[in-house]
C-alpha cells in the first residue's frame, strides 16, 4: 500500500494570532519585539502589526504551533489564537484601500511533523 498526501480544504488549517501587548515601558517594548519575532521564527507572517497568520498542514500541525505560540506569550498583555480551515480561509476578502487583493495562500513546501 503506498501512502498519498491528499490535501483536504477541511484538514488544513489556517491559525490566526492577534494580540495587543504592552509598550510604554522598554522592557515591555522588548518583550513585544520578541513575541512578534519568535512567531515569525514559527512560520507566522503578518497581516497587520498585531495581526500574524501561519499554514498548518493538518489538525495536529495547529495543535503543535497553538502550544508554541502559549510558551511565547509574555507577561503582560492579551493574545488570541483563532483556527479556520483553509476551506473557510478561502472565503477571505482583504482590501488594500479600495483594491481587493487575492488571500495569501498555502505554501507551496510539504510540512513535517
Known sequence: MSSQLIFNAYRA?????????PVVKKIDQKRAQKFRKDLIEDGFRMHQFSVYSRHCGSKESMLMHQKRVFLMIPPYGKVSLLAVTEKQYGDIINFWGK???????KPQQLELL
Open 13 to 21: 488549517m489556517w491559525l490566526f494570532c492577534f494580540f495587543d501587548l
Open 99 to 105: 483594491e481587493i487583493t487575492p488571500p495569501n495562500r
